[in-house]
């Protein structure tokens, strides 16, 4: 049972345009949600997270986008870069007494001059 | 230290061995996480650790996985009698603490586990 899909397994994009990754969850009891970036033979790096009581946060070129009511999030990046170039894994935090993340199987971006 | 540390990188072993994966945790961080991740899978929750005590450990897979947690410092996942479907990454994280402050989790490079 897959509580955090991530539907797009790859996505390209062109140097200086806008990324847009996409993740859907079915359990409206996750409270927290977080993106994070893995590089080949290197562990996931924290890039930007959400709380279930917003919307949108935005750091840098890095904005999630969260829908409750459609349980989705988005992570859009603009403009985008070669070293953006990576695999990008949503997660989400259940609210219910535990710190374990739940996370979903990846998108690879590659950016493209 | 600097990151969250784990060793070996790589590991091979024989089905039906066992094998130990250690994490060294970002110094301060009270709280420790193994996931595995399979090939061309997500990231897979095994257990968590708040200091040495494990609040969840609903993601080991069996009874031949175990876990311990020493000082509030160094982890050690053990797998008995190895199967071919053990062969995946393991990655430990580790974050400044749990609860309503919803703390980063930072990773390690992970232990890529090949059981022939």
């Known amino acids: 049972d897959q509580q955090v899909k991530q539907n797009s397994p790859s996505l390209s994009v062109q140097e200086g345009r806008i990324s847009i990754l996409n993740c859907d969850y079915t359990?409206?009891?996750?409270?927290?949600f977080l993106w994070y970036k893995k590089y080949p033979a290197e562990g996931p790096t924290f890039l930007i997270s959400i709380s279930s009581i917003k919307d949108k946060n935005e750091d840098g070129r890095f904005t999630v986008f969260l829908n409750k009511s459609a349980k989705h999030l988005s992570l859009h990046i603009v403009p985008s870069q070669p070293g953006d170039s990576a695999v990008y894994f949503c997660?989400?935090?259940?609210?219910?007494?535990?710190?374990?993340?739940?996370f979903g199987t990846g998108t690879r971006l590659q950016v493209f001059p | 230290g600097a990151g969250v540390s784990q060793s070996p990188s790589n590991k091979v072993t024989e089905k039906g061995k066992d094998v130990e994966l250690r994490c060294d945790p970002i110094?301060?961080?009270?709280?420790l996480y193994w996931y595995r991740q399979r090939l061309g899978q997500g990231l897979e929750f095994l257990i968590y650790f708040q200091g040495n005590s494990a609040p969840d450990k609903s993601g080991l897979p069996s009874d031949r996985f175990s876990a311990e947690r020493t000082g509030e410092s160094v982890s050690t996942l053990t797998i008995q009698r190895t199967q071919q479907e053990d062969s995946a990454v393991y990655l430990c994280a580790s974050s400044r603490g749990t609860g309503v402050v919803k703390n980063i989790q930072y990773f390690g490079a992970g232990t890529r586990l090949s059981v022939l």
């Open positions: 997660a989400a935090n259940p609210s219910y007494n535990t710190d374990k993340l739940i």
């Open positions: 359990n409206s009891m996750f409270d927290y």
């Open positions: 110094s301060g961080h009270t709280a």
